[in-house]
């Protein structure tokens, strides 16, 4: 399985609503509930309407469209960087899942799939 790594830095944030987002932007991803409006997108194009962010992420996804009947994939990377302590932020789209890292265990990270038996594509 492929793993593309993506070059841009990322910020999770918590917003005041979405008003000021970029959706033009090449990345960015909303979560909405009855307690938070949620944001992750390029770090330099956090809106100024932030309530809280958390800069230094990087991202990587799953190359290609999973389909839905597909188990465990997610999980798999999940357990692999878990066991090399290794927190992960997770997003899933319809096509497939992005994850985040922080930007200080980004190539280890990257390395650490390598071993497990993910390519890594540019």
């Given amino acids: 399985m ?13 917003v005041a609503d979405y008003s000021q987002v970029d959706f033009d932007s090449e990345y960015s991803f ?3 509930t009855d ?12 809106p100024s309407n932030v309530i ?15 389909d839905f ?3 465990g994939i997610l999980a798999e990377i999940a357990g692999i960087l878990a066991e090399n302590q290794i927190a992960i932020c997770a997003i899933s789209t319809f ?5 985040l890292t922080k930007k200080e265990n980004y ?5 650490v799939l390598v071993n ?3 390519e890594i594509v540019e």
């Fill in 116 to 118: 497990a038996g993910y």
């Fill in 95 to 99: 096509n497939t899942d992005y994850i």
């Fill in 35 to 46: 307690e938070e409006k949620s944001l992750i997108c390029i770090t330099s194009h956090v």
């Fill in 107 to 111: 190539q280890k990270a990257l390395k």
């Fill in 52 to 66: 809280k962010r958390e800069d230094g992420w990087k991202a990587f996804r799953i190359q290609g469209i999973l």
């Fill in 69 to 71: 009947t597909l188990i």
């Fill in 2 to 14: 492929e793993i593309k790594k993506i070059n841009y830095d990322f910020s999770v944030c918590k």
């Fill in 30 to 32: 909303v979560g909405k």
